[in-house]
């Protein structure tokens, strides 16, 4: 049986908590996965936010 895609959860944040569209890996290859370069580092989006 073909593994299915995984969601993005930015576009299906209902998904979150779903164990069959959650992968384990680590902060490198999930940096990978998204094409993040960190020598061009994106602005926070969250710094802003207010903290509890």
């Known amino acids: ?3 299915k895609p995984i969601k993005e959860l930015e576009q299906h944040p209902e998904l979150a908590l779903d164990e069959d569209n ?4 680590c902060v490198d290859c999930h940096n990978k996965e998204h094409s ?3 020598r061009n580092k994106k602005p ?5 936010d207010e903290r509890w």
């Open 36 to 38: 993040r370069d960190f």
């Open 1 to 3: 049986m073909a593994k």
């Open 44 to 48: 926070n989006k969250w710094q802003h």
């Open 22 to 25: 959650l992968e384990t890996v």
